[in-house]
């Protein structure tokens, strides 16, 4: 089983910038699709981004795009999640995911086709 770890998180003002990162251990990653999904109080656990094994694939929620950028290193064994421009509405616990692929390009988007999670990192952005 791949174990995960995200860092990275904190408070910055609007307009600000945070990169997260996501440490997996216990198996390489090169053979897990990945993504970021972030949960704020009260409301479900929402997608951010996605990408593929291959690091070719990428996917994000329509109205992040932009201003988020996914990547991976799998030499590293690390997801990285770039996040600029804050605004106020990203504040959440973040999370990443991982599940197994058997398509180098394949990404998933919906929490329920992961089966590897962390156990987040909290952002909040100030106005």
């Known amino acids: 089983q791949v174990q995960l770890v995200e860092s990275g998180g904190g408070l910055v003002q609007a307009g600000g910038s945070l990169r997260l990162s996501c440490a997996a251990s216990g198996r390489t990653i090169s053979s897990y699709a990945m993504g970021w999904f972030r949960q704020a109080p009260g409301k479900e656990r929402e997608f951010v981004a996605a990408?593929?094994?291959?690091?070719?694939?990428?996917r994000y929620q329509h109205s992040i795009e932009g201003r988020l950028t996914i990547s991976r290193d799998n030499a590293k064994n690390t997801l990285y999640l770039q996040m600029n421009s804050l605004k106020s509405e990203d504040t959440a616990v973040y999370y990443c995911?991982?599940?197994?692929?058997?398509?180098?390009?394949?990404?998933?988007?919906?929490?329920?086709?992961?089966?590897?999670w962390g156990q987040g990192t909290q952002v909040t952005v100030s106005s």
């Open positions: 990408i593929s094994w291959s690091g070719h694939t990428t």
């Open positions: 995911a991982a599940e197994i692929s058997d398509f180098r390009e394949m990404v998933f988007v919906t929490p329920r086709e992961y089966d590897y």
